[in-house]
């Protein structure tokens, strides 16, 4: 199961963790919002790319609970959690992303990059990069509204990759996550 908070607001720390903001992560953005455009009404051309820092499952669940009254798991990591996008960190937002190296199936693949499960999780979080870029959130009752979407596109992609999709029920996860 893919757990996103969107617009999760992140207090910076600091983390052994990196920036990818190298050329091919770059040519994935661009691709990924150029595959968001044409599977929905936004626009993207232009849009400015977010910041991408990878986490370890350990970081990403800090991040995740540290402004949360839920309960931490009691391992310190949840397994569900595979990226945050915080819509204040950086420049134009910032994605916080487990390392692609374990992402499931990233083995198979020279460059994890290529991985569409990895791909899949980078495109749930930019499409809350472009939805709160065009304004749309502006017209939600909450910022939990824009999970349905994202994850149902997440599962149009990976049809279309041709690769499994392993989050079970994800028609409803992604009602139970948009639910304000």
Known sequence: ?????????????????????????????????????MHTSYRTQGLPHPEVVVLSHKEL?????QNTDATVPESGIDMRIKALYAFE???????YIL?????????????????????EVLLHELVHHVQWHSKVVEKWQCSNEGELEAYLLGAMYLNQQHTHDTMTNRIFWANSYSHC
């Open 1 to 37: 199961m893919l757990l996103c908070a969107l617009f999760h607001q992140l207090q910076r720390k600091d983390h052994n963790s990196s920036f990818l903001l190298g050329p091919e992560m770059e040519l994935l953005i661009t691709t990924l919002l150029s595959w968001i455009e």
């Open 61 to 65: 669940t800090e991040e995740y609970y």
């Open 89 to 95: 960190d950086g420049t134009y937002g910032t994605i």
């Open 99 to 119: 390392d692609p190296q374990s992402v499931a199936n990233a083995r198979h693949y020279v460059n994890a990059l290529d991985n569409p499960r990895f791909k």
